[in-house]
């Protein structure tokens, strides 16, 4: 039969994505990475803390099958820019470990990820994946304002 | 055989989308919604402009088999905010449309969308909404810089 997407294809995409954010990362100066913003917005770094920790805590939840409550995740990302990319790589390595070891038909199952969303899991991963893009678009804003060209979007399609 | 994602839920998920989108159109003042911007980037109308244009033309060529070349777009989507949300709204249904009337294969299919993009149709349709989320995050900043609230990301979700 033919699939709409692949899993192979999902992952490729995330992962492509995840390279551009990673870019954008990459991008800001150390200290406005942790202390600029617009409009009293979360500095990018905060951000940054959000999207790793629901990546690992998800990813985590999904592979033992428990639910973990959400928590605080201020600094989860790390202190420094070379903290933060260090584990932004470690958990490319982690998702990739995950759609190795996980079946089609467990991507369809309903989770309750941090006791508050119960969709199937690959839901809940689209969720996480639009989410990066939709605080990325406004970390692209903070560079522009900032006076740094960010990468191009198209960059990793 | 246990698909990823089906049709129904990848069309669910771009109108859930689409329609949040919507609302943070609706959010914009009329007058900022055309003038107003962060860090010389486009107005938020310029940005539903490539939208809309992007949207319509698209589906155009998968429907009809025939590439359109990409060209100018300034004011496609309307000159006042409620002529650009009548065209959002025509775009609703012609993307109900297309949907119902294309098959699974004809989205795995390559099309050269624009005269640029030779991919999978879903692939192109993935961009599209990929990049809708990206400049609605954009949007978000604005309308945090002009002391408004955006609506809640997870509102539609």
Same mark, same amino acid.
């Given at each position: 039969m033919v699939e709409l997407v692949t899993k192979q294809e999902w992952l490729d995409n995330w992962q492509i994505n995840r390279r551009l954010t990673r870019k954008v990362i990459e991008a800001f100066p150390e200290k406005e990475l942790f202390e600029f913003s617009v409009g009293g917005m979360r500095p990018f770094s905060k951000i940054v803390d959000e999207l790793i920790y629901? /990546?690992? #805590?998800?990813l985590r939840?999904?592979?033992e099958n428990e639910i973990i409550i959400f928590e605080n995740h201020d600094n989860y990302a /790390? &202190? %420094?820019k070379a903290e933060i990319l260090s584990n932004w790589d &470690?958990? %490319?390595e982690q #998702?990739? %470990?995950?759609?190795?070891n996980t079946s089609l038909e467990r991507f369809r199952e309903e989770f309750?990820?941090?006791g508050m969303f119960n969709y199937p899991i690959i839901h809940n991963l689209d969720y996480l994946l639009q989410n990066e893009i939709h605080h990325? *678009?406004? *970390?692209?804003v903070y560079l522009r304002a900032l006076g740094i060209e960010p990468p191009a979007f198209y960059s990793e399609f």
């Amino acid at each position: 039969m033919v699939e709409l997407v692949t899993k192979q294809e999902w992952l490729d995409n995330w992962q492509i994505n995840r390279r551009l954010t990673r870019k954008v990362i990459e991008a800001f100066p150390e200290k406005e990475l942790f202390e600029f913003s617009v409009g009293g917005m979360r500095p990018f770094s905060k951000i940054v803390d959000e999207l790793i920790y629901l /990546g690992v #805590i998800a990813l985590r939840q999904f592979s033992e099958n428990e639910i973990i409550i959400f928590e605080n995740h201020d600094n989860y990302a /790390g &202190k %420094t820019k070379a903290e933060i990319l260090s584990n932004w790589d &470690k958990l %490319t390595e982690q #998702i990739n %470990t995950f759609f190795a070891n996980t079946s089609l038909e467990r991507f369809r199952e309903e989770f309750n990820v941090f006791g508050m969303f119960n969709y199937p899991i690959i839901h809940n991963l689209d969720y996480l994946l639009q989410n990066e893009i939709h605080h990325r *678009g406004q *970390g692209y804003v903070y560079l522009r304002a900032l006076g740094i060209e960010p990468p191009a979007f198209y960059s990793e399609f």
